[in-house]
């Protein structure tokens, strides 16, 4: 089936269904880094082990299409992340590899060390 999702204007543009998950996980603890703006989540990420996330993600107009698709990729990934900017919009990036992903932890606690 074609994606049905409703992406519109705001907080999540641009962004798939794994970005809105991962927010709603960092806003609720589950990120295993947090620096500054940007929370870091290693593989296994377990996304969808909480149901709220899921309705999350729906209510924001992702269809169950993309938000399994999203799941199903976080399997295949060794980390995540998401920075909220200072006007509010969140990105999503992805890490193929553990090393990839412990490069952009260190980057990012080297950076806000730089900032204290």
């Known amino acids: ?12 543009e641009g962004e798939g ?9 960092q806003g609720n603890g589950g990120a295993d880094t ?3 703006a940007t929370s870091f989540f290693k593989s296994p990420l377990m996304f969808d082990a909480d ?7 729906r209510e924001y107009g992702r269809c169950a299409e993309c938000i399994e698709s999203a ?12 920075t909220e900017d200072s006007n509010g919009f969140v ?3 992805e890490f193929k590899t553990a090393a990839e992903y412990e490069r952009a932890v ?11």
């Open 34 to 36: 947090e620096c500054g």
């Open 51 to 57: 149901q709220g996330a899921l309705a999350f993600a």
């Open 71 to 82: 799941i199903d990729h976080q399997r295949t990934i060794a980390g995540a992340s998401i």
């Open 91 to 93: 990105y999503y990036r």
């Open 106 to 116: 260190s980057e990012a606690e080297a950076e806000e060390g730089d900032d204290e």
């Open 1 to 12: 089936m074609a994606c049905t999702c409703v992406k519109s204007p705001g907080k999540f």
């Open 17 to 25: 269904a794994a970005a809105l998950l991962a927010y709603w996980h």
